[in-house]
């Protein structure tokens, strides 16, 4: 019989020999390619995290960029230092009325304008107004005020950006009167809303005189007027050398070199309030609002500067407290300038030095000498990307900043933090808010916390019923049952999270907030009448007994626990009028003070224990139904009864399979997401009552996450907030493996 | 006593009464999600009530009763309700009255003393409406371009005559809108884009400008002959219009084109109720959603699950089985293997939220951030592929998913017996050709469970899905006639999403809420189903190499 193949060295078979060769070589590298390729992009997972997350904890740096002459050509003195949004033009204003527009980049001169101030008149004093408003003030010796800003037009001629500086006058280019006796404004403070301005200026003999108005806009040329009333708040103030009004204009602080602090309230202009009088204990040679005029940043002749803002005593009554002190050398302040849109400030000292400090962050960010002779005056950009210092020889240096996330650190993230307004220092996740000049909050602990409250609740519930239900399962039931009940709680492993949180918050949440008694009463009677029941089979006759081995109780007890439940949802409206006065959640408030969420923790542990109850159950009752059988047959054998042998023998050899399940149902409870964001009100709350909500890690990332900018600091900390679950989950399960590979070993000899 | 206590007794029965709990509890969600999931399609019966309003004024009120419980007078009393009733109790009804542009609300509550008489008429009529929800009340006339053509009795079989004729009409216009319109904006958009990308080039030469602007041209005068199309059908729409009288007297006309569905449901047979529950439930899984979801089929969102399902199976299961042979076949078994394989193990454990914040920062951001830089320059700012969509969000599940197919693979390979391998081998095979040849047949039950299980974990997935995809409401979906007819950038809708949107972001939720618990059973049912099957098969697998494991 001829053979089909061709000789084995045949040309032909040789070729089929070398191309089976090749086809197999391929195929192992591309395996091992794609192998190791699935591998790198899961582990890319925690790379990418990390990457994200990263630039959160980068140190803030500086360059120096330019440093050049002051722009002008007289001996003025330096009003005001500020730049555009696009850091490209500076502006300054000295004591003689002009502002000089100028390059940022070498300082030379685009356009200097001199403001138009009446004939004659001298500038006495000068104030600005909150920065993002660009807009400053003149206090001029015949008692009037000129309010200018600065201002940019960009254009773009021949898609060139072009950025135009000039100069307007927001109130109108007359001067405004404050007094009318003419007395020379000595200090003056200036802020203008939206449709109404106030301005506070202090005469040379001491008197304090607050103009306020509301603006009115021309309808022909949209020029706006405002037509003032002045109104005296006190007088013999003249040792006050700092004047400070907030951009809500309704209070005015005062303050002088040797601490004194005075504050008035002006809410109604006609009818000013002193609401504090102190000493703060230091020396003030530099006194600024932090960006939202809520806190108070004071530097002294020793290089501190310590934040102010007032809390709430006992009284309720404001009282101005020091909240936390920044160091940024020895030599005195001469400078403070705050950041327009968040939280940080930067200082100026007489040695030279620029310290870049966040307060709610309460880091310094770097603190770094410039020059070595005494600053003098200092201003941000905008967007606090670049600044320029002045110094007393009249040069300016011109920086450029890399400070993204100075809002973070590990203070603000897991540490108490005393915020703004809030009575003492507290644990406070809110990361927006309308407002542009908000405080964000950044702690990862209420958030944290809510997630382990979940996980804790919905542990309480799922692990007594999963772990007692699988050692009956695999221990003493049917084979037979066991095949009907064993999958039917495996499927509910892969029930869609989703359908258990919109059962929770929309079937669950209402029901038990209706039926607590009967809730209460169930968690009591349901294993009492089961021990009830057991004592009573116990004294049944054997012929009744022995009709229903132990194997087929569970589907005895059926009806049993469907009775309980239905005497005791029978029973609520009884038990609520008898106990709790026919209302049991104004019954907690008022008895017990506990405030009653309608999605609280006791749905959620219910609906996220329902969820892990398959896991742990599933686990568990592999563990117990692995052990061998000589082990069970010995120890019964020697004479111990079934449940001496489970307790003694069977769990005892399952522990590992049973501490893995908890642990892995655990790890599951944290990171679920659509059950928490269902069924809790999700408001993140340090609390751990089961009548309240809380809002968890994952929860709070799919709430936040599609509205947060990109490669914002919130951005960060939401993937920070992912990295935390990752990590977590990734520990417990690891843990979960590495103990049960030990004791498995260790049992593993039995 | 003693004995009793000694004996376990009282545990063993605490540990069986768990089970009992457990199973009583899986049953009866089931049941609970069934029971009022199916229910919602069952023509409910209208009622009658004559009810005394708190000012002492007897109004008449129609409506199905929704849900009933029980409320302390005491408490009905507190909030200032005059009642003089005895007992402690108080049955309250949730009754939905409909005529929302009337009413202002869908839904009332009425105490049952207060019910002075409960009727049922079998004329009064529902009619299901493309706006403002139902309306209760009964039919007068028929008006065709204001004239009667149909009065009291006849009326009836004229309106649903009506009805079909105007539904026809209806569906032709959505042809004409969703179909050729919406594919010529279609065009029209590429052909915007194709001229920036010329522009963008410097290849925008005349020739091929004026090209571009003659296709716009004809585009243009099509769209203009749809136009007048539209028009036509729009007039002979709104002909006809129908006169009901509402249970307070009043009169109301209402086009007959905003009406989807009318029905008697008091004077319906057995029959006619089984028929309209088939109608309805049909309805519910072919149809567009109506009125912000709550009304309406779900027929997108199932399109959508599917669709971004087979896309994910269509990459997880070639990576997965890639990444398990080599972990087991070829990979030197050692500590750093096994580490892999606890890593790996663990992640299916990994939070999938957190999945979602990879997919959008890595996926969305990174990634389609730069394919839009590269090949859709013209499209910018507007990005295409640097925004959420199907591709992402199947990517990110197929990720979130491979874990499990990995598992599942492993475990099939790991138990086929060596001797099969070797026996292979032995013969001559190339360890390639014994993959291919034996192994790989032989795992496939394997592959096909782990390929299951990813499925119906990536069908209930949500949480990932919000950040990388899913929208409540997708205008066009990501299938159609328009090249490249896959539209990979879209964003869809989803089941699980679908249920979260309407159940808890709904304006009206009330409203809404049966219609969650049948998209909650459909969803339940299919996955349900996939793990079976995923068991079924497993069970099989198991049967079959039982006989090659000594």
């Given at each position: ?12 078979s ?8 090749l086809k ?25 995290l990390?990457y ?8 803030g ?38 502002s ?24 006495t004093s ?69 449709d109404m ?31 003032t ?22 209070i ?134 670049a ?17 993204e ?94 359908i ?84 049991t ?14 999605r ?43 449940w ?92 979960a ?14 | ?25 899986v ?26 309003e ?10 199905e ?15 200032g309700v ?69 009065e009291g ?30 594919s ?56 006809a ?57 779900i ?25 398990a ?5 070829y ?23 957190v ?61 086929i ?69 896959l ?14 949107d309407?159940?808890f ?32 098969i ?13």
């Amino acid at each position: 019989m001829a053979s089909a193949l061709p000789p084995i060295d045949s040309p032909a078979s040789r070729r089929h020999r070398q191309m089976r060769r090749l086809k197999d070589q391929l195929a192992k590298h591309m395996i091992g390619f794609g192998g190791l390729g699935v591998i790198a992009a899961v582990a890319l997972i925690f790379i990418y995290l990390l990457y994200v997350v990263f630039p959160l904890f980068l140190p803030g740096s500086m360059e120096i960029e330019a440093r050049y002459q002051t722009p002008a050509d007289n001996n003025s003195q330096t009003l005001l230092l500020a730049m555009e949004e696009q850091t490209e033009i500076a502006v300054r204003f000295d004591d003689s009325g002009k502002s000089t527009f100028f390059s940022t980049k070498d300082g030379s001169v685009i356009e200097t304008i001199e403001v138009e101030l009446p004939p004659g008149a001298e500038i006495t004093s000068f104030a600005v107004a909150t920065p993002q408003t660009r807009i400053a003030a003149y206090g001029l010796d015949d008692g009037s005020v000129v309010v200018v800003r600065h201002n940019y037009k960009i254009s773009y001629p021949d898609d060139i950006r072009t950025i135009t500086p000039f100069i307007d006058y927001p109130m109108g280019e007359d001067p405004i009167v404050i007094d009318e006796l003419e007395r020379p404004l000595t200090r003056l403070a200036i802020q203008d809303g939206e449709d109404m301005a106030m301005i506070v200026a202090m005469t040379d003999d001491g008197e304090l005189l607050v103009s306020s108005g509301e603006k009115e806009v021309s309808f022909l040329d949209d020029a706006v007027s405002v037509e003032t009333e002045t109104f005296s708040i006190a007088n013999d103030l003249g040792n006050y050398s700092y004047l400070l009004l907030s951009k809500e204009m309704d209070i005015i602080y005062l303050a002088n070199s040797k601490g004194d602090i005075s504050v008035y309230d002006v809410t109604d202009a006609e009818y000013p309030e002193q609401i504090e009088a102190l000493n703060l204990k230091t020396d003030i040679v530099s006194f600024e609002f932090l960006t939202g005029d809520i806190s108070l940043l004071v530097g002294n002749s020793k290089g501190n500067v310590s934040q102010w803002f007032p809390v709430r005593d006992d009284n309720g009554t404001p009282r101005l407290t020091k909240i936390r002190e920044f160091s940024l050398g020895t030599s005195a302040i001469t400078g403070i300038a705050t950041e327009h849109a968040r939280k940080g400030f930067f200082a100026i000292d007489k040695n030279g030095q620029l310290g870049v400090f966040h307060t709610t962050a309460e880091k310094t960010i770097f603190k770094e000498k410039l020059i070595d002779v005494a600053a003098t005056t200092v201003a941000i950009a905008p967007r606090a990307n670049a600044a320029i210092i002045e110094d007393k020889q009249g040069n300016l240096t011109f920086i450029r900043l890399h400070n993204e996330h100075p809002g973070v650190s590990w203070t603000s993230l897991w540490g108490e933090v005393w915020y703004e307004s809030y009575a003492e220092p507290d644990y406070v996740w809110q990361s927006s808010s309308a407002s542009n000049d908000f405080e964000a909050k950044f702690s990862l602990i209420p958030i944290s916390f809510g997630t382990i409250k979940a996980a804790f609740y919905a542990m309480l519930f799922a692990v007594p019923l999963a772990i007692f239900g699988a050692i009956y399962t695999a221990y003493f039931m049917t084979p037979k049952m066991r095949s009907v009940v064993k999958p039917t709680i495996e499927i509910m492993e892969a029930l869609p999270t989703v359908i258990l949180g919109f059962l929770a918050g929309l079937w669950l949440a209402p029901m038990l907030e209706a039926n607590l008694p009967a809730i209460l009463a169930m968690i009591l009677l349901l294993p009492l009448s089961v021990i009830a029941a057991s004592y009573i089979w116990h004294y049944m006759p054997p012929y009744i007994r022995n009709t229903v081995s132990d194997g087929w109780l569970a589907g005895l007890l059926i009806p049993l626990v469907i009775l309980v439940v239905w005497i005791s949802f029978s029973l609520n409206h009884p038990l609520e009028s008898l106990l709790f006065g026919g209302n049991t959640q104004q019954w907690l408030d008022t008895e017990l003070g506990v405030s009653f969420d309608q999605r609280n923790s006791l749905v959620v542990g219910i609906a996220m224990g329902f969820a892990v109850i398959p896991t742990i159950f599933s686990i568990t009752e592999d563990a117990i139904f692995g052990v061998p059988k000589h082990l069970t047959n010995g120890s019964l054998a020697l004479g111990a009864t079934t449940w001496q042998t489970l307790t003694r023998v069977v769990i005892l050899t399952a522990s590992p399979g049973i501490f893995t399940a908890v642990m892995i149902g655990f790890g599951r409870a944290v990171g679920e997401t659509m059950i928490v964001l269902m069924a809790t009100g999700n408001t993140p709350v340090m609390d751990f009552s089961i009548f309240q909500g809380m809002r968890t890690l994952s929860a709070n990332i799919a709430v936040e996450m599609p509205e947060s900018e990109v490669d914002s600091t919130h951005y960060r900390v939401l993937f920070l907030a992912a990295l935390v679950l990752f990590m977590f989950t990734f520990f417990f399960n690891t843990i979960a493996e590495v103990v049960r590979q030990r004791l498995r070993k260790k049992y593993g000899s039995l | 006593m003693r004995i009793w206590i000694k004996s376990g007794s009282p545990w063993v029965w605490l540990t069986a009464a768990s089970v009992s709990i457990s199973i009583i509890m899986v049953v009866g969600l089931l049941m609970l999600i069934a029971a009022r999931g199916l229910g919602h399609f069952w023509p409910a019966d209208v009622h009658n009530f004559e009810y005394r309003e708190s000012d002492g004024q007897t109004i008449k009120i129609a409506g199905e009763i929704r849900d009933s419980e029980r409320v302390a007078t005491q408490q009905i009393i507190d909030s200032g309700v005059k009642l003089d009733s005895t007992e402690q109790w108080t049955t309250r009804y949730l009754i939905k009255t409909g005529n929302r542009e009337l009413y202002g609300i869908d839904f009332r509550s009425l105490l049952d003393p207060l019910i002075s008489q409960r009727s049922q008429d079998t004329e009064v009529m529902v009619l299901e409406r493309r706006e403002w929800g139902n309306f209760y009340g009964i039919l007068k006339q028929i008006k065709v371009d204001g004239k009667i053509i149909a009065e009291g009795n006849d009326s009836w079989d004229a309106l649903q005559m009506q009805i079909t004729s105007s539904s026809d009409v209806y569906s032709t216009i959505h042809d004409i809108e969703q179909g050729e319109i919406g594919s010529i904006n279609y065009t029209l958009e590429r052909l915007r884009l194709k001229q920036r990308s010329l522009e963008l080039r410097g290849e925008d030469s005349p020739e091929a400008l004026g090209k571009i602007e003659e296709e716009r041209q004809s585009l243009q005068s099509e769209y203009k002959l749809f136009q007048k199309e539209l028009k036509t059908h729009y007039t002979e729409l709104n002909r006809a219009s129908l006169v009901a009288e509402t249970i307070e007297g009043k009169t109301v006309e209402i086009a007959i084109s905003k009406v989807v569905l009318a029905y008697r449901p008091n004077g319906m047979t057995i029959f006619d109720k089984i028929g309209f529950y088939i109608h309805k439930l049909w309805e519910f899984v072919s149809d567009e959603p109506r009125e912000a979801n709550t009304e309406g089929g779900i027929f997108p969102a199932i399109f959508g699950t599917v669709m971004m399902v087979i896309i994910m199976a269509i990459l997880v299961t070639p990576f997965g089985v890639i990444a398990a042979i080599y972990l087991r076949e070829y990979a030197k078994q050692g500590p750093v293997i096994r580490m892999i394989r606890i890593a790996v193990n663990n992640l299916a454990g990994v939070p999938s939220i957190v999945y979602g914040v990879f997919g959008l920062g890595f996926f969305v951001y990174f990634l389609g951030g730069n394919i839009d830089q590269l090949f859709f320059p013209e499209a910018l700012p507007a990005p295409t592929f640097g925004t959420p969509g199907l591709m992402w969000a199947s990517i990110t599940l197929a990720l979130l998913t491979v874990p499990v197919v990995i598992v599942s693979t492993e475990e099939g390979l790991s138990r086929i017996p060596k001797s099969i391998r070797e026996g292979s081998l032995a013969l001559g095979a190339t360890k390639a050709e014994t993959l291919w040849r034996t192994i790989i047949p032989m795992t496939s039950p394997a592959i096909m469970t782990g390929l299951i299980l990813a499925v119906a974990r990536a069908a209930g997935e949500v949480a990932p899905l919000m950040l990388v995809g899913v929208v409540k409401l997708a205008p066009t979906l990501p299938l159609d006639d328009d090249f490249p007819y896959l539209h990979l950038d879209r964003k869809f809708m989803h089941l699980g999403f679908h249920i979260y949107d309407v159940g808890f972001q709904s304006p009206n939720v009330e409203a809404a809420r049966p219609l969650v618990y049948a998209t909650a059973l459909l969803l339940v049912l299919i996955i349900i189903a996939l793990n079976l099957t995923a068991i079924a098969i497993r069970n099989r697998l198991r049967e079959k190499y039982k006989s090659l494991e000594h």
